[in-house]
């Protein structure tokens, strides 16, 4: 156990360090397809295929003895999900203004590959939480990767949210490889439009190195946590969601910081049993804790304090923020999401959402009443600009 009494470093882009490597496997799954996904899981998850792509019928028998208490808990978390969803999808929108008629529309996106983590334990939370945004969006062809157990087969309880959501396929193979499938494609795996999903650094790296042919959502990875407590912060619970974040991994950053001196020891005093890294600051106001958190950027943010609603209209750069001492792990299961941006891209966007699966269309009808200071001020941009024919095409209608 560490406790470092400060700030963590300047987060490490750490996706750079492996760029190289990965981007191998791409080339190899560019050039080799199919054959290079069964190779590199045999080499990484020690199991062997027979196909990428699992069969309907392998996957209903790998439901056949999936726990129902897990399976009722998925159906809870799914409609509760779904609910809030659907009360945020947005509607079509559109404005009359002097003349002309403006508006949004919006589309679902065609098709996306989403990325559930495999590992040590298995993550329907995940397949939920990509997975029934782009089901409420109504994107059509949702296709979900996920490492394969021993036995060949995805785990049960992702097999059973697939269906929930009525994915159009299920790949039983994980890693970079996979990443790259979805982004060029293969004899079994449908190219997307968009892929989503947290994962290691080398499935990041992976994303970073294929975004130029595939959207995707953010860089998820390895987790972050930062707590600011005040000094009528209960320790018990600041410890309890310290520990919960570092659950993760031992590269997860988990960052306490606090206006209270005693606070900061009785922390310190409760970690020192742990495996981790934890950092300890002592900040000298709220209004400090808050300008290093918005600095630090995390993807939890986690406040410990009094009146937290009202400090929330100072928060500007998070993924995901705990109110009134609310536990982050929450987020986790209820969402609203859990794939959520780190490594300070929280600077530029927030949680995944139903917007992940959606565009926006903008539309104009011209009455042919415009106003008049309106169209001459169209008119002298477009003269301005040098496009004649523009505003040919645009004054003919008017005389």
């Not at 959207?215 to 005040?230: K, N």
Request: aromatic share 8%.
């Amino acid at each position: 156990m560490t406790i470092i009494r400060g700030l963590p470093p300047p987060a490490e882009f750490k996706v750079f360090n492996v760029l190289d490597y990965v981007g191998k496997i791409i080339e190899d799954v560019k050039q080799q397809g199919d054959k290079a996904l069964i190779e590199y899981t045999k080499r990484f998850d020690g199991v062997e295929l027979d196909s990428v792509e699992l069969p309907m019928t392998k996957a209903e028998k790998c439901l056949n003895a999936f726990n129902t208490g897990v399976r009722k808990a998925i159906d809870v978390i799914y409609d509760f999900l779904k609910n809030f969803y659907e009360s945020v999808k947005p509607k079509d929108f559109t404005i009359e203004m002097k003349g002309v008629k403006l508006g949004i529309v919006w589309r679902h996106i065609d098709s996306v590959g989403i990325y559930v983590p495999g590992g040590r334990h298995p993550y329907p939370s995940t397949a939920l939480m990509a997975g029934v945004p782009a089901h409420v969006a109504g994107t059509k062809k949702i296709h979900i990767a996920s490492s394969p157990n021993k036995e060949g087969c995805v785990d049960p309880a992702i097999i059973y949210v697939a269906k929930l959501i009525g994915a159009s396929g299920l790949y039983r193979v994980g890693g970079p490889q996979v990443i790259a499938a979805m982004a060029y494609g293969t004899e079994s795996v449908k190219k997307v439009s968009k892929i989503v999903g947290p994962g290691n650094v080398y499935v990041q790296a992976a994303k970073f190195l294929v975004r130029n042919v595939v959207e995707i959502d953010s860089i998820e990875g390895p987790t972050e946590l930062v707590v600011i407590a005040d000094e009528n912060a209960d320790p018990r619970l600041v410890v309890a969601d310290m520990l919960a974040q570092a659950e993760h991994g031992l590269e997860s950053t988990i960052v306490l910081i606090t206006l209270s001196e005693k606070l900061a020891n009785t922390v310190e005093e409760q970690l020192k049993s742990h495996d981790h890294v934890f950092y300890i600051y002592l900040a000298s106001s709220i209004e400090e804790a808050i300008s290093i958190a918005n600095e630090l950027a995390p993807e939890h943010l986690s406040l410990h304090v009094y009146d937290s609603a009202r400090l929330l209209r100072n928060i500007e750069n998070a993924g995901a923020v705990s109110l009134n001492a609310s536990p982050p792990a929450m987020i986790d299961y209820l969402g609203p999401n859990h794939i959520l941006p780190t490594n300070r891209w929280a600077r530029v966007r927030g949680a995944l959402t139903i917007y992940d699966f959606l565009k926006p269309i903008a539309i104009l009808e011209d009455s042919c009443n415009i106003d008049k200071e309106v169209l001459e001020a169209v008119q002298v941009l477009a003269r301005y600009e040098g496009f004649k024919v523009h505003e040919q095409s645009i004054v003919m209608r008017y005389v």
